[in-house]
């Protein structure tokens, strides 16, 4: 399985920009990039997922680098709420809804007041 | 509201003792699963169901059984719990396609 790599932990401001790190360089063509992130407390919780485009939607941006070895996700205003463990996850195009989701450890985002 | 459900939260129990966990969504979704949580280990899936009455064996099965009768429901069953199965469990479900919905988590303390 393709795996990816995030840092452990990261910090931001709050209200600022987060660009949240992931690198993947043994993903094949037809992985899809996934991010899912878990509040404390809380179930993980689906956030955003692409293929080759950059992808946008209300909760956040999704960037892929041109060879898809890396991806970004971006946080465009990050809030006292965006403080979670961010994962990036590689789900191959063939896979239907009944194969697992394989989460790593994901990276720690810490937001200051 | 859209929502995966599961009680109990919390449940603190001691070795040996039958236990159910539910879990119930109300988002008409084919697929289910349970996954547990430990650290340092991430999320691990535990059993799946593609529909009624189709499960399967996830990632670590061992201890747990499953059913699924009815779409919306999958209890996830220790026979006889034992300390190692102390963890956070989660329930998922999903359309088909790639998004999967959590629960909020239940926290179980075999003693």
């Known amino acids: 399985d393709a795996k990816t790599t995030q840092p452990n932990s990261m910090e931001s401001n709050e209200e600022e920009p987060v660009h949240l790190p992931c690198n993947h360089s043994t993903i094949s063509g037809t992985d899809y990039i996934h991010w899912y992130r878990q509040l404390p407390s809380q179930g993980p919780e689906y956030v955003i997922h692409?293929?080759?485009s950059n992808v946008n939607n209300r909760m956040a941006s999704l960037a892929i680098a041109e060879d898809r070895k890396s991806s970004t996700l971006i946080l465009h205003r990050a809030t006292l709420r965006d403080a979670a463990v961010y994962y990036c996850?590689?789900?191959?195009?063939?896979?239907?809804?009944?194969?697992?989701?394989?989460f790593g450890e994901g990276t720690q985002l810490t937001v200051n007041p | 509201e859209a929502q995966v459900t599961q009680n109990p939260r919390y449940l603190i129990t001691v070795t040996g003792k039958k236990l159910t966990v539910t879990c119930s969504q109300n988002m008409n979704h084919e697929y289910m699963s349970w996954y547990r949580q430990d650290p340092g280990l991430g999320l691990r899936q535990i059993y799946y169901s593609m529909n009624v009455e189709v499960t399967d064996k996830g990632d670590v099965p061992e201890g747990y059984k499953v059913s699924r009768k009815e779409k919306r429901n999958f209890p996830l069953i220790l026979e006889s719990p034992s300390p190692n199965q102390t963890s956070l469990y989660f329930c998922?479900?999903?359309?088909?396609?790639?998004?999967?919905?959590f629960g909020p988590g239940t926290r179980l303390t075999v003693l």
């Open positions: 996850i590689l789900r191959a195009l063939w896979e239907t809804s009944g194969s697992r989701l394989t």
């Open positions: 998922a479900s999903s359309p088909q396609g790639a998004t999967q919905y």
């Open positions: 692409g293929l080759t």
